[in-house]
């Protein structure tokens, strides 16, 4: 794939620390459009597309919100709480856009497993089909998030 300038300074940015510790890629060698089309390949094999994925993260995020930082039952077996930071964290592609600090985690009742998601995360699934490199700290993988959630 040609690499233009406007997506090696993405990249850049997104391998940084500027906006998050350690970066959105993690150890990931593969280049940010080599990531969102394995990870869209993966979905579709799924049957799911990101706008389902974020709607549903949102829709979580939006109850877990009224708990006030406490458990929240989302439904017989999720249940999700959300943790705010002061500030917020600006999308790394080129256009205008903050989200609030806030992590949402999301625990099955019957397992105990967790998963979790900050805003931004919902926003470069829904907005840029972005999960992110593999070993970031908010890597999601599709198929654990789609369990999860759905
Ligand atoms: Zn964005």
């Known amino acids: 794939m040609k690499e233009s300038p ?12 500027k906006l998050v510790a350690g970066g959105f890629m ?16 993966e979905l579709s094999r799924l049957g799911f597309t990101c706008q389902q994925l974020a709607s549903r993260m949102r829709q979580i995020t939006d109850a877990a919100k009224t708990g006030l930082e406490t458990w929240v039952q989302i439904d017989d077996n999720l249940e999700a709480k959300t943790e705010e930071a002061r500030g917020f964290l600006p ?12 992590v ?47």
């Open 6 to 17: 406007q997506n090696n300074k993405l990249e850049a940015l997104l391998r940084s620390s």
């Open 91 to 102: 999308c790394p592609w080129p256009h205008a856009g903050r989200f609030v600090k806030r």
């Open 26 to 41: 993690g150890s990931d060698n593969r280049g940010v459009l080599e990531i969102i089309d394995a990870d869209k390949i």
């Open 104 to 150: 949402t985690i999301i625990r099955r009742i019957n397992t105990s497993e967790t998963i979790q998601w900050s805003d931004l995360n919902i926003h470069l699934i829904g907005g840029h089909g972005f999960f992110q490199g593999r070993g970031s700290n908010f890597r999601i993988e599709p198929a654990i998030l789609i369990k999860m959630i759905f």
